[in-house]
């Protein structure tokens, strides 16, 4: 804070105060009600500031970042339709218990009692879809306000924090430096609820351990999961959806909650106990008639050994000593045999993943239909990082990854993604092309809303060509080859699953960006 200018407006002392407190990376969209943002960050030249060409690839990109850097980016967006344009990737974030801090731009406050053409109440906008939210009032708090913000976001769990910045805020003189304060900790581990954990592994009853967030990020408590299961007979289970899960040879293989209502509830049916560490109870993604909405079965004993606001590999590190657990030893599936020439279908795509993944890749999965067929490639390829869609809300996976790169540049990114979900933030491809980041986008092409013919079949539905042609992506087909192409990304079509493994190889060894549309 030395360095700080003796005088300096509201926005200079947020972006000081956020960048003293370790916020480096800045993700924007911005506009005119931002300009005072973009000319502090231009003269302070304290953070890499990322341009996302719609507010749906900033907050994706944050979101992507954070979950690899292991701390927070902050966001600059516009007023409330802006931020009505990220809001979808932010419910992602949101669900992925990611910190994150948004400054939304809005009117000055002299300016708010008239209709203007952008008005609009940001507060009720933001708030669905953020765990605190502030508006400025004047410069000289306005960097206090940016720290609590920070402070919220960072506590456990991560939480979206929002920050709303009237214009005239920013532009004032009077800024002050804020330090930042200590978010909240963990919670501390209930030794009543340890205690009921043993009991369960030493019931003699089949026991599920549900296992989530920072203890999927920690090598080091995987293995010690692997060592309980071993010991006890316990199985080990994540989400259907995790931010992140450290995969791969040498590392315990990660099962997870089936996505179709029918396969979850079979794999949750047979466990008289659950214990869950950093999870809560698994519910179905929807209702569907006359199935349940909570899939563990209505008798299943559940423990919760710590909530989502406690210290995960703290928790599975006390459970491993009360019952004399050792680490497993990394017994992960072998890698299958490399597929020969032939069409690229579900049933050959995980054995071609595994074979052509590099070393050390982060994984960003939006497969959405075929994620299914692709998750098991994770556990068979060499080492890597795996961040799947955590909330639902399709076109994260493009965006993911561009932050993802941005947050561990000497790491090849792989995007495993759907076709139908990446129209939603395609532009991401661009940020990616800007950033000359080392990102892969693997487009599965089955030229469909194909998980939504299963959901229609679902509720009972006979569907017709009506239905059919609000789910079908044709009528012109999608050519992704030449959208990249557009927005600076060199690709190719490849329909053989040779040629799709060594396009793999190939792109994640040269630098920038490729994309490659697999047709299935």
Known sequence: MSDAPKTMNGAESVVRSLHSAGVDVC??????????????????????????????????????????????????????PGFANAAANLHNARKARVPMVNLVGDHALRHQKYDAPLSADVEAACAPFSDWVKSGTDAGSFAADAMEALRVAT?????????????????????????????????????????????ALESGEKTVILVGNSVLEDVAAIALLE?????????????????????????????????????????????????????????????????????????CVQVTLTDVDGDGPAAVAALADCIGAQPGKGQSPEMPARPQSG???????????????????????????????????????????????????????????????????????????????????????????????????????????????GELHNVGAQPGQDALDMLNLDRPHLDFVALAKGMGVPGRRVEDVADLMRAIEDAAREPGPYLIEAML
């Open 27 to 80: 993700f924007a969209n911005p506009g005119t009600s931002e300009m005072q943002f973009v000319d502090a960050l231009d003269r302070t030249k304290l953070m890499h500031c990322v341009l996302g060409l719609f507010e749906g690839v900033v907050t994706g990109a944050a979101d992507g970042y954070t979950r690899m850097a292991r701390k927070p980016a902050v966001t600059l967006l516009h007023l409330a």
């Open 155 to 199: 506590g456990k769990p991560g939480r979206i924090a929002t920050l709303i910045a009237p214009a005239d805020i920013g532009w004032d003189e009077g800024g002050q430096m804020a330090a930042a304060t200590a978010p909240d900790g963990p919670a501390p581990l209930d030794l009543s609820a340890l205690d009921d954990a043993v009991a």
């Open 227 to 299: 060592g309980i299961a071993q010991k006890t007979g316990a199985q080990i289970l994540a989400p259907t959806s995790s931010r992140r899960i450290e995969r791969g040879q040498g590392r315990a293989p990660m099962a997870k909650v089936p996505y179709p209502i029918n396969e979850a509830i079979a794999c949750l049916a047979p466990y008289a106990r659950a214990i869950l560490i950093e999870t809560l109870p698994p519910v179905a993604f929807f209702a569907y008639p006359g199935k349940p909405s909570l899939l563990l079965p209505e008798d």
């Open 343 to 453: 069409a690229i279908t579900l049933q050959n795509i995980a054995a071609a993943l595994s074979n052509a993944l590099p070393e050390d890749a982060i994984i960003v999965d939006e497969a959405v239909s075929c994620g299914g067929a692709t998750f098991p490639a994770g556990d068979a390829a060499r080492p890597n990082s795996w961040l799947a869609l955590t909330g639902g809300s399709i076109g994260i996976g493009i965006p993911l990854s561009a932050g993802a790169a941005i947050a561990c540049p000497d790491r090849p990114v792989i995007t495993i993604q759907g076709d139908g979900s990446a129209m939603y933030t395609i532009q991401g491809l661009w940020t990616q092309a800007r950033e000359e980041s080392n990102v892969t986008t693997i487009i599965l092409a089955n030229q469909s809303y194909e998980i939504l013919k």
